[in-house]
């Protein structure tokens, strides 16, 4: 059941996409044909005014058809999105990353009027209630990764063959008693999905200069819960936050690509990205806002990447129409679409060879 109502969040998440590319083509008198949910075959439609609204078969997203979106279309006809000018068709092309960012952050506000776990630590506004010790980053191959701890683990106690952390610890105190007990095996018991459970990690050389480590990063985590006007505020902070992050990241993984150094296993596709929102959705409401936000603002940074099928590829051809004064020949751009397509696909499949092979080792 969870796996099916994730899904319907990315399925939520490209609609919101499509409405952004749809509000504001209507905005500017453009015509939109149609405006369509799921993809066909066609269940049932509707028409208001000159745009037809469908709610089709297959469950992988949504769509817009606007009129002339197709440079093969709509030549000379003044309510046509190609004879519109660059600005207009700039304007239509962010919009759904637009909305994808708006969404994130709304939906981040309203995580904050209910109360969401944050760091004590945290940028922003308010203070938060109940602090624990939290598991916030496990290192890939790590003694804490193989023993099975995972972040978002609230952390109830340590102990070690000759010691136990004293109650009522912090993150450093915590962090300090496994780095002073680094010789010997820690036994760490964590509450999981309101579970207790325990793992045994034994700190290794290597992952850490100049002392062994079990690999995991701990932070004071409580509850923050704000007003509505401050939750605007501070969810715009976190969403920036999350962007800018998601970027540098996103630039770092391409750049690995184009040097031939890429870490496939250390992202995930559909298939990986499913599996863990599908568990992250039973841990509670909270979770899975933040969940759902970031990857609404993953989906639009990629669709901001200059490749050709993607809004940023349009972008570029638009800019480029709007410096040379002159249209790129329709086969151009129907050859530079496949082939951005073609290396969209060919990465997809990629990642999620390896989202199988994590799932089946």
């Known amino acids: 059941m969870s796996v099916i109502l994730f899904i319907l969040c990315l399925v939520a998440l490209i609609i919101v996409h499509e409405f952004g590319h749809f509000s504001v083509a209507k905005l500017f008198g453009i015509r939109v044909d149609e405006f369509g949910i799921f993809f066909p075959p066609r269940i049932w439609a509707f028409t208001k005014g000159e745009t037809e609204y469908s709610l089709n078969w297959l469950p992988f997203g949504g769509f817009v058809r606007i009129f002339g979106e197709n440079y093969d279309e709509g030549e000379g006809e003044p309510r046509s999105f190609v004879n519109k000018n660059r600005w207009v068709q700039a304007a239509v092309l962010v919009a759904g990353v637009t909305m994808n960012i708006i969404f994130a952050w709304l939906l981040l506000s309203a995580g904050y009027m209910i109360g969401l776990p944050t760091s004590v630590e945290h940028v922003g506004f ?134 031939g150094r890429a870490d496939f296993s250390q992202v995930s596709g559909p298939i990986g990205i499913t599996a863990f929102g599908a568990a992250t959705l039973k841990q509670g409401f909270s979770a899975a806002v933040v969940l759902v936000a970031l990857i609404s603002i993953n989906l639009a940074l990629l669709n901001l990447l200059p490749v050709p099928g993607l809004d940023g590829g349009r972008l570029l051809i638009v800019a480029i129409e709007g410096v040379t004064r002159r249209r790129i020949p329709v086969a151009w751009v129907s050859y530079l679409t496949l082939a951005g397509l073609a290396a969209l696909v060919l990465l997809m499949l990629v990642v999620s060879y390896h989202d199988i092979s994590k799932l089946v080792g």
């Open 126 to 259: 308010g203070t938060t209630s109940n602090p624990q010790v939290m598991v916030v980053n496990v290192l890939p191959g790590s003694p804490a990764q193989q023993a099975g701890l995972m972040p978002g683990d609230t952390v109830v106690a340590v102990q070690t063959g000759t010691a136990s952390e004293p109650a009522g610890q912090n993150a450093q105190q915590t962090q300090q008693f496994i780095t002073a007990h680094q010789e010997e095996s820690d036994v760490i018991t964590v509450l999981r999905d309101g579970q207790s459970m325990t793992f045994v990690a034994k700190p290794a050389a290597g992952l850490v200069e100049g002392r062994k480590v079990i690999g995991v990063e701990f932070d004071d985590v409580g509850t923050l819960k704000l007003s509505p006007p401050v939750a605007l505020i501070q969810g715009a902070v976190l969403g920036w936050d999350i962007t800018r992050t998601t970027a540098a990241g996103l630039g770092h993984f391409f750049a690995q690509i184009f040097e």
